[in-house]
């Protein structure tokens, strides 16, 4: 039987503040709440139900899921709307396509398996693959990943028309390991090939935080969660260690709530924004920041789409959105290709209205050299909507220390917090390996049948990765290899932010193991009075 609700006063410090509830965020709170952790949560955003609040409209869905508050962007290569994260309890996980793919062993060990690459400042991860191994396991039972824990579904159009091109061109093309339920499982029900995949799961098939670990730690009765609560500033003892979290409430108010511990969890735009906007005497250029290097590092992964256009009708846009992948260019190798890390291919196909804007994209949604399909071609276009069919470039990027997210020094969000600013600029082995992800895909569409194939520019970032790097020598990263922060003890980060590299793979389900293994050692930490 569940227990009440929890709510913990404000003078009265919680176990743990979570700042977030995401895939991280998510993931940390079911795990603490389970070992009896008195948890508060903190969600800038609303809780949504997925009967009442969902629905099969891309923009209604952008609108009510987005995290459309001000950022300014610079840099060659950022879109004029840097991200697509969402605000909401779940995070992003309510809007991301169920793509669950572990690390390759040799991403881990990024400069040791490429080198120096000039221009970018690769490291080595202080974990490898095998400290990962059983939390990925855990994190797919969670999520209940087809492939690992489920059957495969069977493949959709687009999908099938994806293995053509590729079994005509040598490639190998399979369904990819997806945290979508193939059927009932955990309480949640099977798949009903809807295609709206990002604009949130009404049936609860693709797995959220926002209705499997939320829930669960909610039974407990160890989780106070707030939404529409805003984290501003993070504040600390004169030892130095965190003790409260100032936030925003929905109606403006300004309240602070002691802690005995903080998990940041709010992405790699806002954690590093928090973290720079949390300014005290023991830490004057941001907590956590004697090494310089929060918000630096910035990654997104290089990503890219094709979309092709075909004689007969495809109807791409039924069944899974990411249905199956081609990982034959995965795998590291610069003397084959001109690049060092790999990419995959995956499915992936918008409804009409996303269609018109993306696919060929102007610059608020794309670079600022973009000019966006008008009048008869984008008639033409749209008119074939059913002969389409579509793939997502996502691949390893290069961090550099000048890709980053700053402070504005000026411009401040309704609550008075200063805007992120984030800077992006392709590194040259992103170009190339983008560029080539382009022939090999026009190639395979070709053979597909295809007639015409786009070429189309990455989207605001949905994977934001780095800014606040994971590593073993303070002075070079942020955290430990647990997301703990090296400068203070009782702080952790719990999201794509301590990714050292992006690797080429989607990053929920890391993001979702490390999770877990920071909550056990969390735990861990607490038993033995060290927090």
């Not at 309510?94 to 080198?115: I, K």
Request: proline share 7%; glycine share 10%.
């Amino acid at each position: 039987m569940a227990r009440a609700p929890l709510r913990v006063p404000y003078d009265e410090p919680a176990d743990v503040v979570v700042i977030g509830t995401g895939a991280g965020g998510g993931n940390v709170i079911r795990e603490l709440c389970l070992k009896g952790v008195k948890v508060v949560a903190l969600e800038a955003g609303p809780r949504l139900d997925p009967d009442k609040d969902f629905e099969e409209d891309e923009w209604a869905m952008f609108y009510k899921l987005s995290w459309l508050d001000p950022v300014v962007t610079e840099g060659n290569d950022a879109t004029g709307m840097a991200t697509w994260i969402c605000k909401t309890v779940g995070g992003t996980t309510t809007h991301w396509a169920g793509a669950a793919l572990r690390f390759q062993p040799h991403e881990f060990r990024a400069r040791t398996t490429y080198g120096d690459i000039p221009g970018a400042d690769l490291r080595d991860w202080p974990i490898d693959y095998s400290d990962l191994l059983p939390f990925y396991e855990e994190a797919e039972k969670v999520m209940g990943v087809a492939g690992r824990v489920l059957p495969l579904p069977p493949g959709n159009t687009n999908y099938l028309v994806m293995k053509r091109g590729a079994e005509r061109i040598g490639l190998h093309a399979r369904p990819g390991y997806i945290a979508i339920n193939t059927e009932p499982y955990d309480g949640r029900g099977a798949c009903t090939q809807r295609g709206y995949c990002f604009q949130g799961c009404r049936n609860q098939a693709k797995w959220s935080s926002l209705y499997e670990a939320i829930p669960k730690a909610e039974a407990t009765g160890w989780l106070d969660l707030r939404s529409n609560c805003q984290a501003l500033s993070i504040t600390v003892d004169s030892n130095g260690l965190v003790d409260g979290v100032i936030y925003a409430q929905s109606d403006g108010q300004l309240v602070r709530q002691k802690t005995r511990a903080v998990v940041v969890a709010c992405n790699s735009i806002q954690t590093p924004r928090l973290l720079l906007n949390s300014v005290s005497g023991k830490f004057p250029n941001g907590l956590a920041n004697g090494s310089g290097t929060v918000g630096r590092y910035y990654m997104r992964h290089v990503t890219a789409s094709s979309y092709a256009l075909f004689p007969k009708p495809v109807h791409a846009y039924k069944g899974i959105t990411m249905m199956g992948l081609i990982d034959d260019f995965a795998s590291n190798d610069p003397s084959g290709r001109g690049f060092v890390g790999g990419f995959h291919f995956e499915t992936i196909m918008l409804g009409p209205s996303f269609t018109s804007v993306f696919v060929q994209p102007g610059p608020l949604t794309s670079t600022k050299d973009r000019r966006a399909l008008w009048g008869k071609e984008l008639a033409e276009l749209m008119e074939q909507y059913t002969h389409m069919a579509g793939l997502w470039i996502v691949g390893e990027d290069m961090p550099q220390p000048d890709n980053r997210v700053t402070l504005h020094p000026y411009q401040k969000d309704q609550f008075g917090m200063p805007i992120p600013v984030v800077t992006y600029n392709d590194h040259p082995n992103d170009q190339a390996m983008r560029q080539f992800a382009w022939e090999k895909a026009r190639e395979l569409y070709t053979a597909a049948g295809a007639y015409k194939v786009f070429d189309t520019p990455p989207y605001p970032a949905t994977h934001n990765l780095g800014t606040c790097r994971m590593g073993t020598d303070p002075n070079e990263s942020v955290v430990n290899e647990y997301g703990q922060a090296h400068e203070v003890k009782n702080l952790f980060i719990a999201d794509g932010s301590v990714f050292t590299t992006s690797a080429a793979e989607n990053p929920t389900l890391t993001i979702s193991a490390l999770a877990i293994r920071q909550a056990r050692h969390i735990i861990e930490l607490m038993m033995e009075d060290e927090l």
